[in-house]
């Protein structure tokens, strides 16, 4: 039997207690001061910085004035704007920091440029696409970013699109300006009693949900991480995907761009609203099919569209832009003059804190970690992150993740087995496949937090040699609705285990179901009555839709009672062959992950 110890985490960040090492260039007269870390003893770190010496921080694109002078605090500042690629990698070698906005990119080349010296960029915003972030953490440098000061700018811009799309204010102001006077053409529709869906609960959507309160609006919200006590404190009703896109009379979007999200509003999604719907949209362009919206207006589904972000900005000969019942602004969700200095002030904390040596909350690359280390966990690391994938997208939609525990099996005791790496995997592949978070060592547990997420650790000691350092992990997620019931444990929680076998992650449980498949490509589970024939059939129908199986397992109660088949794929199956294996009359449920 083993023996379990179990412990909770704290998800709270406490900078001063760690510290991140960087490559220091110092002259031959500069005096260091070292201090060593506390902190387990597999990761020692020091803080090695030069007495009298002050650093150099780069600003590349206009940062607001108060920003500027935090920054001229602690660092030496210059501030050249509308740099070449050239002139950019030319002074980088100089600089300690680098701070951009959106219009400067920092490829690999400028991290080459800069001989190890640059140890910090921000990014004065929320979006990195323009830092190239595995550059970054091969040459030890931390990426920040600027997430929360532009929420509230954000927020009111969703309600000013909102309100001014309901009375068609754009539309009468251009056409009092042309010299018309067309009171009845542009008659509107009320706020009051309409029902609101806040598509993504976050920062942005729950502003804007409690503005939209307070016009006298019924407002329900969608979003899988989103919890329901922080929602009722609103008076917000979570409810699934199609709930809310179906029962809306108006739907605000304020969840990120991912593959998930990629062209979520489609000609599927719009035929299953109300007539008549009204959508406003300040997240990002492409969570909409553009030619699906316009087919979506001419089929009288969608009223009225009132966008701030398009798929490619500026857009060019856009028939949406040009559709008489689109509002359209360019990207001013953040264009305030308040924002636009809280971005300066939070960027510049962050650099300076980085500068420092502190650990940043709004770190979006991971610290390097020792090679002896990384070396020993790579193959549960990869494990870790596929479970996590894995046990989110087993959860059902409306269903709100709130509590996860996970499990080490290993005959190690607590004092040889640092988890700190493995949970952040889990963590990012619990978040990442439905936000826009990026989640590493760094700020896993502040990410946690921030979405309510509490996640809990257990050890189960194991008899036997200590030389691996994990037999096992399982992920289980509690309280909440699964879109497979076999996942299920006996007591009711999502439950998914795995392995390393051979260095390469396998899922070795669903639920009570034991299986045995490598996570490589994607998975199909599922359940059916144990008879011949079955992996054949299920097969058969792969092969003829070009889907190439790599692995296959199936796990059973007893014979010819239930078993759970799990098929590794290397393609993804068409709805068409998803839909035949649903089919087969011994097929009692399926889902298709991906990894």
Known sequence: MAASASSAINLSIKPSHTSLSWQTHLSSTSALAVSPLSGHRQYPRFVIYAVGDKPTVLVAEKLGEAGVNLL???????????????????????CDALIVRSG??????????????LKVVGRAGVGIDNVDLAAATEHGCLVVNAPTANTVAAAEHGIALLTAMARNVAQADASVKAGKWLRNKYVGVSLVGKTLAVMGFGKVGSEVARRAKGLGMHVIAHDPYAPAD??????????????????A???????????????????????????????????????IDEDALVRAFDAGIVAQAALDVFTVEPPKDSKLVQHENVTATPHLGASTMEAQEGVAIEIAEAVVGALNGELAATAVNAPMVPAEVLSELKPFVALAEKLGRLAVQLVAGGSGVKSVKVTYGSARGPDDLDTRLLRAMITKGLIEPISSSFVNLVNADFTAK????????????????????????????????????????NSGEIRVEGRVKDGIPHLTKVGSFEVDVSLEGSI?????????????????????????VS?????????????????????????????????????????????
Do not use: W
Request: proline share 4%.
């Open 551 to 595: 692995f296959m397992s199936v796990g059973r109660v007893a014979p010819r009672k239930h078993a759970v088949m799990a098929i590794g794929v290397d393609d993804q199956p068409s709805k068409e062959i998803l839909k035949r294996i649903g089919e087969i009359p011994a097929v009692e449920e399926f889902v298709y992950l991906k990894i």
């Open 249 to 287: 009379d108006f739907i605000s979007l304020h969840m990120p761009l991912t593959p998930a999200t990629n062209k979520v509003l489609n000609d599927e999604t719009f035929s299953k609203m109300k007539k008549g719907v009204r959508i406003v949209n300040v997240a990002r362009g492409g969570v």
């Open 450 to 489: 921030q979405r309510g997420l509490r996640i809990t650790e257990q050890r189960s000691l194991l008899n036997g040699s200590p030389e691996s350092p994990l037999e096992f992990i399982q992920v289980q997620i509690s309280s909440v609705e699964s879109k497979f019931a076999s996942a299920l444990s």
């Open 524 to 548: 199909i589970l599922c359940r059916q009555v144990d008879q011949p024939g079955m992996i054949g059939k299920v097969g058969s129908i792969l092969s003829e839709g070009n889907v190439n």
């Open 104 to 117: 400067t990119k920092v490829s690999r080349e400028v991290f080459e440029s800069s001989g190890g010296r």
């Open 230 to 247: 922080r929602a009722r404190a609103i008076g917000v009703e979570l409810v699934s995907f199609d709930k809310a896109i179906s029962s």
């Open 72 to 94: 001229k605090e602690f660092a030496d500042v210059d501030c050249s704007y509308n740099l070449t690629p050239e002139e950019l990698c030319n002074k980088i070698s100089l």
